[in-house]
Each structure stands twice: as C-alpha cells, then as structure tokens.
DNA sequence: CCGTATTTGAGCAACGTACATCAAAAATTG
DNA sequence: CAATTTTTGATGTACGTTGCTCAAATACGG
C-alpha cells in the first residue's frame, strides 16, 4: 500500500536496519555479497529513499550560489529581483539562496566568484556564464569538489557545466527570421541586423539563426551586415540612422541586442509609410510601448521567472541525483505582438 | 542562524509545547490572551512550520485526482500520457494521482466524475472544464467538502473554481489573428474559422479574442462565422471543403479546436497557390509535418508539461493554505513556425 | 584451531512535528 | 470557599531516516 521503508528492505534481505543504512549511504564494511542481496530488496521493493525524511534526519539545508553580472542591464537586474523573491519561496524547502554580483564580461572575476562560493561550502553554483579559460578552470575545480553547475541564460561551451537553462538562442534568430520574413511578404528590399555585440555567444548565435532561415527561405531578400551597437541606445541610433539613409530599400530590422530605445528614436523620424518591420528581443516599458503604437511588429522574450525556477529544480535533482526531465531546462523563447501582450 | 521551531515558539511564549501544537493545529481549549501571546512569538520568530516534518509525522499523502476528457483528441492523450509520468515523480513528494476519463463535451459525465473523486476521498481535483450548470454544483459541492479545485486547460466561468492553469486563450485568439491578418497582408479576401465545440470555454474565448483583432485591425478581411467540427478530423475535413468550394476567396483558416489532420486533406486537395495562410493549435506530428512543408503557417501550442507541473505546485499550495505566486499558474502561448520547431 | 580482522546486529538519540493521555494548575461558578 | 470546569503542562510515541556506539558473530590467516 505505502512506500516501502528502509526497515521493509531490512526484512526481505534479511539482513539488520544498520546494514541497510550502511549500504543506503555507502559507507564501508558491508561484503559484497550483502550488498547485493539489500539491493536486490530494495529493487523488488521498489524502495526509494524518503528524500523529506532523510533531509530532516541529517539536517541538511541546500546551499545554492548564484553567481550574476552586475552593472546597469535592465534584464540583470532583472534577474536579480527574481531571485530575492524565490529566496524567501526557497527556504521552506531547505533551501538558502545567496546571490552575488560580478562585473559583466569579466572572465577572472567571475571565476573567483566562482572560488568563493566553493570556499563558503555551496552545494551548488548557478551562473551567468561568461567565456574564458579561466572560468571554465574554476567550473571544473567546482566540479572535481563534487558542487553542481549549472548555467544559467549565457551558456560555456560544451562539456564543463552540469546544465544550461535558457532559451535556445540558435532558435531565436530562426523565429525572428521567420517572422521578419512573412511580415515582409510581398516587398522587395533589404533587411538590417543590429547587434550588442559578436563577442558575446548569445548574440552570435541569433545571428547565425536569423542568417540561416532569411537565407534559406526568404532569399528574395537582400540581408546588410550587422551593425555592432554595444547595446547602448545612443550608439544604436546614430548606427540605424546611418544604414536607413544610405540604403533607401530597408523593409526590415532585427535587432538581436539591446538599445532598443535608440532604435526607436531612429524609426520615429521617419515618415510613418515608410517604416520597415521591426522584430527585437526582450520586453520592456520601451519595447512594449513601441508594439502598442505599431513601431515594432514582434518582440521576442525569455521568462526570467521561469528561468530560475527551473534551475533550482534542477540543482535540487542534480544534488539528490535524481533522474532530470530535460524539458525542465528548456525555455521556450516567447513571442509578443502588439495583440497578446499581457 | 536555522529555522526557528516549535520549541523556540514555546520557549518564547513562554508556554508548552502542547500549548503552541494547539494553536498551530486549531484545536480548542486555549484561551484567547494565550493564543494571541503564542501568535505573536511566531510572528516575532519569523516561524514557519516546517511543512517536511509536518507530513512525515502525520502520514500525510496528497491525494490528488485529474479529471480530463477521454477520446481521439491528441491533445488530451497527449496530458494523459504527461499525467503518467508526473505520477511517478510526485510519488516522491508523497503525492498520489489518480486519473479519471470522461468523456469530452459532457457536462454530466464529468460532474458525475467530480462527485465520484469526492467519494473517493480526494484533498484535490484537477479538471479541464466544460460549461454546464452541473459541473458548477458539483464543484461547489467540493469546495463545500474543503476539496481545493484547479482547472486545467480550458477554465469555469469565474469564482467556482480555486484556481486556472492554462493559456489565456483570449490572448492566444487575438495572437492568432495578429499573425494570421499579418500574413494575408496584401491580400483580399475572407478568413474561416473552425472551432470544436461553443461549450467549452477555451474555444469560446480563443473565437473571441481572434475576431476582436480581426475586427479592429485587419478589417479589409472579411470574417466567415465559424464552423464546429467537434474536433473530429472527419468533420472537419468535410466542413472545411464545403466552405472553401462556397467561398472562392478564403485567404485564412485559423483552426481554433482539433482535428487538424482533417484540416490538411481539405487544403491538400486545392491548388497550391490558390491555398490559404493557416494558423492552427497544438504542435503534433501531423502539424509539424504540416508546417514544415508549408501548409501550414503558425501553430500555437501550449506546454502541457509545464501545465501539469504548474497545477500540482498550485494544488499543493493551495491545500498547504501557503500563498500562491500569480506567475505560477500563467503559461504562455508558444508560437511555433517552421523555422523554430525544437 | 586459535587469534585477529572484518562484518553484522542491536540499540539509541536526534531531526521537527503530530497527536494522545493524564495530571496539575488556574479560572469560573454557586 | 469548595466544587467544578477550563486551561495548561509534562510526557511519551510515532513518522522514516541518519549516524553513532558497542557487542556479537563470522571470516580469514597462520
């Protein structure tokens, strides 16, 4: 009827309760031959460790670091005010969250963040990453120390890390294109790409998306190369301005980075017919209120709420190593029009 | 330093244990002023009864009964086979589900099942709803028995329920139409909707919000009242070719309900230029293989994983009387094209 | 076959809460 | 103020697991 127990397992192998926890948490001096008769029990049992009862008895809280960039980005910040909420949710399931702030883009300091976290005794570690020989060094010392990685929004390539939350960025550029592409249906002309930066991974990515898809299946047309606007709206602006006056055939832009507020500036002064279609990422005051007026046409968007809730299940089954559903990480990227916004 | 306990609020309040176990479970023989006195010392400690502990020593097992539409409709096959999964996972959080089948647009049927999960015992019901004056009673007949009621999918017109999980289907209507008028741009002609049955509340609202946006903003194209295929392939096959031979300028088809294996033999047997731009719900294989050859433009899809995983947090809240985060229950409306199918 | 090393068993306290019982103290009533 | 009722305290057991100690049983080497 109920969950078999641990002194159930000890029946059927015939064996005492001490042996059973000996075998349970792996400690020594249990032959091989009992070890494998309580297995066996506990596999025709069906026995699975009361995980809440166990946490009681051990006293065990789970210490999870988070490891964020700092500085002025409004999705950073973003992500940090998530975090004070899920903080105080966190505790009562035995859960302590601590949070720290690191330059962005900054490889060395985010690994000694990373090392600080190890040195203050963290179960696991949560991080933004950023690309650097360095960080991937402190990742693996992490995991050579037995401590969970996971990354969370900006991946590391391959391999080091235990996980990746975040949205797909490849797939991004690829429904941006789409859309961008049927908006355009009928037009000839040419498409401009804005970018923050091509040093950062998510932004290669959704160019390498956008490319992809605008070429495969809207050749008819034409893509500029992008302009590197450092996600700074001023920048962005003067670049748009630029690329609108000297190419009279713009149907559409994408931009993939941030700056948005400039790239709207640089539409407004433009005659109204002559808009091109406009697809960006991540929404804000700004960006919404451009969908409403009709400025913008999409809006592509990450769930920073979703983002973190499915890294601390995530951290939670990778310390119980519990079996993980990979649908858990996957972060579906959403996409606003001026009609469902919410 | 760790979490203050019920010793601690004894201690504080200056009175026994026992005395503080009343108060925290509601039994009776304490008097006012030393109620008040224990309140405050949990308020002072910051206490919160650790929930783990709790369960453990009452035995406590959530009983938890989904009550979902049986038949062909991929869709609910679809949750009935992710309910399979969830029921071994929450096994772990001492949570057991039972699943109960009834069949589809039955009022009747289903307040007959909820009244049966009552019986049963249940501390609370799931269901994806069906508009009828019954359903109403017998759900609040379980609120009445202290039974918390979560809708799935598709919601019951206000109040009676504790909570909705799901789309909003308003929004996902009027996402349909922001796409589907954008993409016949340039064109002339009418769009034909096809929904599964007016009696259930999704289909109603997803109609709603499509034609507000058509109305408001793509008003050149006509709208043809809506055609209801009880989401059976058959039907809509057949009503689909009888609307497309009576109207030779159909430019749209947004597909609100099921039954979209239908849908494409319709469009499949008229010319392929002559063909409509198609916005459709729930990715399956046939939509995916739909979209990916071009017949069909957008399909709106809902994470039913996510739903699944959302109403049981919300379930457990809600009979832990812990407060809910709003976000928790809002599942976004993923859009998919076949640029961006995962 | 004895001595030593290893393996196993038995028992207990703890984790934070629930719940029951009985006795003691306090409040209320007549 | 005594009798009664109500309120409070003290104590014990339980939930399923951890982790400890100490003794008993068993295996192993010479």
């Given at each position: 009827?109920?969950?078999?127990?641990?002194?159930?397992?000890?029946?059927?192998?015939?064996?005492?309760?001490?042996?059973?926890?000996?075998?349970l948490n792996g400690r020594d001096g249990v032959r091989k031959v009992t070890q494998e008769r309580v297995r066996a029990a506990m596999a025709q049992l069906g026995f699975e460790r009361d995980i809440m009862a166990a946490n009681l008895s051990r006293q065990r809280i789970y210490n999870i670091h988070f490891v964020i960039p700092d500085g002025p980005n409004?999705?950073?910040?973003?992500?940090?005010?998530?975090?004070?909420?899920?903080?105080?949710?966190?505790?009562?399931?035995?859960?302590?969250?601590?949070?720290?702030?690191v330059p962005?883009?900054?490889g060395r300091?985010?690994?000694?963040?990373?090392?600080?976290?190890?040195?203050?005794?963290?179960?696991?570690?949560?991080?933004?990453?950023?690309?650097?020989?360095?960080?991937?060094?402190?990742?693996?010392e992490l995991r050579a120390a037995e401590i969970q990685v996971v990354t969370l929004v900006s991946d590391l390539s391959a391999?080091?890390?235990g996980y990746f939350v975040g949205i797909d960025n490849v797939s991004a550029g690829r429904t941006a294109a789409g859309l961008l592409g049927r908006f355009c249906q009928g037009r000839a002309g040419r498409i401009a790409i804005v970018a923050g930066s091509m040093l950062v991974r998510d932004h290669v990515e959704r160019r390498l998306g956008f490319?992809?898809?605008?070429?495969?299946?809207?050749?008819?047309?034409?893509?500029?190369?992008?302009?590197?606007g450092g996600d700074e709206a001023a920048r962005v602006d003067a670049l748009l301005t630029n690329?609108?006056?000297?190419?009279?055939?713009i149907v559409g832009v994408y931009n993939l980075g941030g700056g948005n507020h400039g790239l709207r500036a640089a539409l407004d002064r433009i005659d109204v017919a002559a808009r091109p279609r406009v697809v960006v990422h991540e929404l804000t005051a700004q960006t919404r209120a451009a969908l409403q007026d009709g400025v913008f046409d999409a809006v592509l968007q990450q769930d920073i709420h979703k983002e973190v809730a499915s890294a601390l299940v995530i951290m939670r089954n990778?310390?119980?190593?519990?079996?993980?559903?990979?649908?858990?990480?996957?972060?579906?990227?959403?996409?606003f029009l001026r009609d469902n916004l919410p």
């Amino acid at each position: 009827m109920s969950r078999p127990t641990v002194n159930d397992v000890a029946r059927v192998a015939n064996v005492s309760l001490s042996t059973v926890d000996r075998v349970l948490n792996g400690r020594d001096g249990v032959r091989k031959v009992t070890q494998e008769r309580v297995r066996a029990a506990m596999a025709q049992l069906g026995f699975e460790r009361d995980i809440m009862a166990a946490n009681l008895s051990r006293q065990r809280i789970y210490n999870i670091h988070f490891v964020i960039p700092d500085g002025p980005n409004s999705f950073m910040r973003n992500l940090a005010a998530e975090l004070e909420t899920h903080a105080r949710i966190a505790r009562r399931d035995r859960t302590e969250i601590t949070v720290t702030l690191v330059p962005p883009f900054d490889g060395r300091g985010l690994a000694a963040a990373l090392r600080q976290a190890r040195a203050a005794g963290a179960d696991g570690v949560v991080m933004v990453a950023t690309e650097s020989a360095e960080v991937r060094q402190a990742v693996s010392e992490l995991r050579a120390a037995e401590i969970q990685v996971v990354t969370l929004v900006s991946d590391l390539s391959a391999s080091a890390r235990g996980y990746f939350v975040g949205i797909d960025n490849v797939s991004a550029g690829r429904t941006a294109a789409g859309l961008l592409g049927r908006f355009c249906q009928g037009r000839a002309g040419r498409i401009a790409i804005v970018a923050g930066s091509m040093l950062v991974r998510d932004h290669v990515e959704r160019r390498l998306g956008f490319e992809q898809v605008m070429h495969a299946e809207f050749s008819e047309l034409g893509l500029l190369p992008p302009v590197e606007g450092g996600d700074e709206a001023a920048r962005v602006d003067a670049l748009l301005t630029n690329v609108l006056r000297e190419n009279s055939d713009i149907v559409g832009v994408y931009n993939l980075g941030g700056g948005n507020h400039g790239l709207r500036a640089a539409l407004d002064r433009i005659d109204v017919a002559a808009r091109p279609r406009v697809v960006v990422h991540e929404l804000t005051a700004q960006t919404r209120a451009a969908l409403q007026d009709g400025v913008f046409d999409a809006v592509l968007q990450q769930d920073i709420h979703k983002e973190v809730a499915s890294a601390l299940v995530i951290m939670r089954n990778l310390i119980e190593a519990v079996p993980i559903d990979a649908r858990t990480g996957l972060i579906h990227t959403e996409i606003f029009l001026r009609d469902n916004l919410p």
